[in-house]
């Protein structure tokens, strides 16, 4: 089967450490493996306006850190093309007709959708648009015949409504247009779902609780130093807990054995850290500096390149130009084909 690759992210700020295990490390080891016959990102600027309408400016002015972000996580522009979602107004066209397929009960009951309605609390006044939004995506997913779709687990559900989707498409149309995707999830479990400082949620921009991947050496320290650990933890010698221990669960997401050798060679692994640290006598001073060390190993070529990168920042503008206009050629032909599958071929026997 040909494996096309699509995945996306709204502009609404720099991307974090919960982006980044939760897809942008399956997206980079997607773009090694190779074998595939198209990748695609998606900065989904149109699903960031769908609560962003009074701000548009916060949306336009993150695409560029967005793209600037995967560029300097190790995105490669010659094997995954980069395109803005408003710049292939095809998208826009297909949600028009998948709208008439979905109802609003469906709509309503996406966990997503309604996690999300709740933290930004609408109440009565829900744009349309918002909850519509998970008919856009599929429009995103299906346009380009997606196979793959590298997501947090938050994700899942839009996945499931592409699928529900497609099906009811092809039914009511009687022709098969479109190839059906998966949802590709990290192989950790904290990964795909990563938890913010506080420990309260999932790492999430509007929470305030992210490391980014843009922050500064002392920013990241600063912002280890603070979280969240296990409260009845008080003096070194207490036996700890690890379980919805925010820094072990971070050590569970990016701790390789390696790092014990570089940085903390008493002990073989995570395993060993742990159980000192459930038996009590290990500080929470110690296992912060440890995974401080972690993060900034990771975070240094990160921040290296994003400063090469912000230096020709109209290169990036006319990257994402071209890739929009040929993702919009692709977008053309499936809906072509969307349309005649529906019979809106009104034009078939007119002689040009
Ligand atoms: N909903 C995704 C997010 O909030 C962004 C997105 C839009 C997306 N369209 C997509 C992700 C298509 C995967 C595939 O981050």
Do not use: W
Request: charged share 25%; net charge neutral; aromatic share 8%.
């Amino acid at each position: 089967m040909k494996k096309i690759i699509l995945t996306g992210d709204r502009p609404t700020g720099n991307l974090h450490l919960g982006h980044y295990v939760g897809s942008v490390a399956n997206r980079l080891k997607l773009q090694e493996e190779g074998g595939y016959e198209k990748f695609y990102i998606m900065i989904a600027d149109t699903q960031a306006l769908t609560d962003n309408a009074d701000n548009v400016d916060k949306v336009k002015n993150n695409i560029v850190q967005v793209a600037i972000d995967y560029l300097s996580a190790g995105i490669d522009p010659n094997k995954v093309d980069i395109f803005i979602q408003s710049q292939v107004p095809e998208l826009a066209e297909m949600t028009m007709y998948f709208m008439n397929l979905v109802t609003v009960a469906r709509l309503n009951r996406n966990p997503t959708v309604k996690d999300e309605l709740k933290l930004r609390g609408f109440n009565a006044s829900i744009p349309v648009g918002f909850l519509c939004y998970p008919i856009s995506q599929a429009a995103d997913i299906l346009a380009f015949g997606t196979t793959i779709v590298p997501v947090g687990e938050d994700q899942l559900p839009m996945i499931e409504q592409t699928r529900e989707i497609l099906r009811t498409f092809h039914s009511t149309y009687g022709k098969e247009v479109f190839a059906a995707p998966n949802a590709l999830l990290p192989e950790k479990k904290v990964c795909g779902r990563l938890v913010g400082l506080d420990g309260a949620a999932k790492m999430s921009k509007s929470l305030g609780n992210c490391i980014f991947l843009k922050d500064e050496p002392e920013v990241v320290k600063q912002k280890v130093m603070s979280a969240y650990t296990d409260p009845n933890h008080i003096k070194v010698t207490d036996p700890g807990k690890v379980e919805g221990n925010v820094v072990f669960e971070y050590l569970d997401a990016f701790c390789k054995d390696e790092h014990f050798g570089r940085y903390l060679p008493e002990y073989a692994n995570l395993e060993e850290l742990k159980a000192h640290y459930r038996k009590g006598g290990l500080g929470d001073v110690k296992i912060k500096l440890f995974l401080n060390n972690i993060l900034q190993e990771l975070l240094e070529p990160i921040r290296q390149k994003r400063k090469e990168l912000e230096k020709n920042i109209d290169a990036i503008y006319e990257m994402l130009f071209e890739n929009s206009k040929k993702a919009s050629e692709v977008a053309a032909k499936t809906l072509k084909n969307m349309k005649d599958a529906m019979g809106l071929d009104y034009y078939k026997f007119l002689k040009k």
